[in-house]
């Protein structure tokens, strides 16, 4: 897939942490419970860490107890691209930066108290967050 944002992995590799690089870039994940923006409650937009292309609104963030950011939507319908990933022996859906194709986390349908029932479940080190009021 194109991507509007590309560099091969010595550029990510110069811009991103090694932990940064390892989970946006070979689809690691970071442990539940640790990640920066777990309990991020102020208004603002949430963007890829890699390219800083908007992501998520505040105001579609919800608490899922399950230790990630949780949102249950997107900024808008190319923010993410979904992708099926089949990897640990299972199957799941993969949310990928729409501009940059960087790993975010994965999508799952459970989350019925939201209005849209979708829980887009983030690695908080995916991600960068700009307060709005």
């Known amino acids: 897939m194109e991507y509007k944002v590309q560099k091969t992995d010595a550029e990510w590799r110069a811009e991103l942490s090694d932990t940064e690089f390892k989970v946006l870039r070979q689809a690691a994940t970071e442990r539940p419970w640790t ?23 505040s105001t579609s963030k919800f608490d899922s107890g399950s230790g990630w950011p949780s949102f249950f939507e ?3 319908e190319d923010a993410v691209k979904l992708e099926r990933d089949s990897s640990l022996g299972m ?36 991600l960068d967050f700009e307060e709005q009021n």
């Open 91 to 126: 199957v799941r859906t993969e949310v990928l930066c729409g501009t940059c194709g960087s790993h975010l986390g994965h999508l799952f349908d459970d989350a019925p108290q939201t209005p849209t029932g979708d829980r887009y479940c983030m690695n908080s080190i995916s």
């Open 74 to 76: 997107p900024i808008s």
């Open 35 to 57: 990640g920066a923006l777990l309990d991020e409650k102020r208004g603002g937009v949430y963007r890829c860490k890699a390219c800083e292309a908007e992501l998520f609104r």
